[in-house]
């Protein structure tokens, strides 16, 4: 179901007006609107795959139950085993969950029996550990009403592609009553015209092209043209994913919901580190707090850590054991994104390049020093940017092209053939080949424009939503007028209609 469609629009409206006068009759059974609404979205799109899903939401719930029972069950005075005990329901609970993602998702298509995946099952496994183990933790108590657990489960504006919703974070409002007012419409029609533009604007309309710049044989495509399609993917991936979240963010605030965020202006990270501390920031949390920690934490882990602390001194002590610790990550959020070889090589591609730059910090620090850069000076952060840019689009190598050996005929092309003039002549036979368009270049180049000033914005704390809606009439329906033929040109260039890219998952 395309977020623009008559289908999508028509769905979207309605609900609002039930959960309006809803509200206006009983403001305490809202949540039951949006459940309901969650419910029709997600057995339409998913038919009877709404089984799993539902059988994931009745284990978190039982489990949830059994954790706080046997927290205050005083029938077993040994603490030790209240703790085994607990810690036996929540492996069971993640077994359960974990086990149905990994037989359908890299078992079964492994063993050439491929089935079509639940709609969200990459996100909602995830979002069901994540409830299990905060439970386990004490962080909150278990929900007892299996239905508002459901909805947290089913929260339709989340189902396709995310954001990992934390249940505390999200319970505050899923639950909570909400009536609409003008300046919420307002802004929420913005984030969703902005969340449209990228997608439409910049991932259709250049996706088609970068399919073209990596297609074929690559040993004879010069390393230039090769990284702009590099390029071009990370430009097209940024705006497919944050573009759709920000759609989906906007609906969700249409009914009073405040998801978690899930972008903050990535490509202005200055390192890969900090890179993944922006970009796809609940699946970054979840690998922190569920994996991460939890390794670096471990008695054995532990034991490494001060053996090496006693040989090579505590920053390499830590150095060690946080890039064992990424590289694990890195290779699990591989996994998480698919089965297939190139996803594992992007992830510890990732994981790699983190932990050597931890490794390597002091030697940055003497270089600096030597040199007198000024490492709080804008000159070193503008650099830093751009490398880590330039990372980026590497990485976009393992992560877009399927075969790893093509890959790596990218990358030794790219550092050993670069060939600008010939890149510049395969660019043009892009055009006389009408994969690429003058109106289409205009088209991606005004709203990458737009996307790096509303980015810029945000970096320098300021609210380009209370800017646009500030400014006069006179100003903002022309600004919104121009967005919106942007986005209606989109469609009549694109030449695809290409789904959400992470919507798979």
Known sequence: MELYSAAFIGFVIITVLVHEIVGNRNEGRQWIVRLSASAVFYAAISGWRIIFIAFSTLVIWYGGKKLEALSGDKTIPDKKLKKRKKKAVVALIAVLNLGILLVSKYLLPAAGHPILLPVGISYYTLMAVSYTVDVYGGKYKSEGNIAKLALYMTWFPQILQGPINRYDHVSATLFAPYHACREDIRKNLWLFVVGALKKYAIANVMIGTVGEIFGGDLSQKPGGF???????????????????????????????????????????????????????????????????????????????????????????????????????VFLLVGLWHGPRLHFILWGLFNGVIIAFSDMCEPVYARLCATFHIRRDGRPWGIFRIVRTFIIICFAGYFDYIEKPADSLIAFKNTFLHFGP?????????????????????????????????????????????????????????????????????????????????????
């Open 226 to 328: 090769l990284f702009a399609g590099a390029l071009l993917y990370a430009l097209c991936q940024y705006g497919d994913f944050s573009g759709g979240i920000d759609m989906m963010v906007a609906v969700s605030r249409t009914f009073g919901v405040q998801m978690n965020s899930n972008f903050s202006q990535p490509y202005f990270a200055g390192s890969i580190a900090e890179f993944w501390r922006r970009w796809h920031i609940t699946l970054g949390s979840f690998m922190k707090d569920y994996v991460f920690y939890p390794f670096a934490l471990c008695s054995p882990v532990m034991k490494l850590y001060k053996k090496a602390g006693k040989r090579w001194g505590d920053h390499m002590a830590r150095s060690v054991v946080g890039g064992i610790g990424n590289i694990l």
């Open 421 to 505: 003039g010939i890149s510049r002549l395969w660019m043009i036979d892009l055009f006389n080949s009408n994969i690429l368009s003058l109106q289409k270049v205009v088209v991606f180049a005004l709203a990458v424009f737009i996307l790096f000033t509303v980015d810029i914005m945000k970096e320098k704390k300021m609210d380009p939503v209370k800017a646009f809606l500030g400014r006069r009439a006179a100003v903002r329906w022309p600004l919104a007028y121009a967005l919106l033929i942007l986005i209606l040109m989109s469609f009549t260039v694109a030449g695809n209609n290409a789904g959400f890219m992470y919507a798979a998952f």
